[in-house]
């Protein structure tokens, strides 16, 4: 089974500051997703990423799927507490397994 | 106009009772899924179904049994409910099947299970 780690679990920071958070397996992924899950809602695609070393912007999110597509990093500037909610990775192995991580749960104070 | 609804948005109820969860999808999708989201918040895939047929069930108990009228409805119906199976419970709908790179799951609001 291919697992997804993702860190930091938490992380609270002040409206503006910059932040990455990473998500990282053993395993080579075809693909890795980036959500959001805002509370009492489901998860919320925010980006796909499939090619090595691949670079995807939106707005002030960056994404970027590691060289060995092993790890994904997100990283988002000037933070705004709209920012706030749980990060979650998904990645599609080899042989259709589809698996997420963790998350993180990011708060941005104002 | 929502996307993929799940009904009942709260669920209570006591061990060994039978309860069922609705979903349904107005975006022409071809494949449906149910996960469980325990209280770490941990997502995982319990069942994909593609056009009204089962493609993944992953190790699940027996006591679940998803069905599917058509493709535009998956229910997840419980058996004998245990303490264990409190969670969130959600729903998605992707066009191409299951988990394909290239392809965006839409989820829906979910249903919190709680059993006492």
């Known amino acids: 089974t291919q697992l997804l780690e993702q860190s930091p679990q938490f992380l609270s920071i002040q409206e503006g500051e910059n932040l990455t958070v990473y998500c990282n397996s053993s395993?080579?992924?075809?693909?890795l997703q980036w959500y959001r899950q805002e509370p009492g809602e489901g998860p919320v695609l925010l980006v796909t990423?499939?090619?090595?070393?691949e670079v995807k912007k939106l707005k002030r999110l960056t994404f970027q799927f590691g060289d060995a597509r092993k790890d994904s990093s997100l990283h988002i500037t000037a933070a705004q507490p709209g920012d706030t909610g749980l990060y979650l990775c998904a990645g599609e192995g080899y042989g259709q397994n589809f698996v997420f991580g963790p998350g993180t749960r990011l708060s941005v104070l104002p | 106009d929502t996307a993929v609804s799940q009904t009942p948005k709260y669920l209570v109820t006591q061990m060994g009772n039978d309860k069922s969860i609705k979903c349904e999808q107005n975006?022409?999708?071809?494949?449906m899924y149910w996960y469980k989201q325990d209280s770490k918040k941990f997502l995982k895939i319990m069942f994909s179904?593609?056009?009204?047929?089962?493609?993944i069930n992953e190790t699940v108990p027996n006591r679940f049994s998803p069905k599917s009228p058509d493709k535009a409805h998956l229910n997840l119906h419980i058996n004998s409910l245990e303490l264990g199976d409190s969670a969130v419970y959600f729903c998605?709908?992707?066009?191409?099947?299951?988990?394909?790179?290239?392809?965006?799951?839409?989820f829906g609001p979910g249903t919190r299970l709680t059993v006492l």
């Open positions: 395993s080579v992924f075809s693909s």
């Open positions: 998605a709908s992707s066009q191409l099947g299951f988990a394909r790179g290239t392809d965006t799951q839409y």
């Open positions: 179904y593609n056009n009204k047929e089962l493609i």
């Open positions: 990423v499939v090619t090595g070393g």
């Open positions: 975006l022409g999708h071809d494949t």
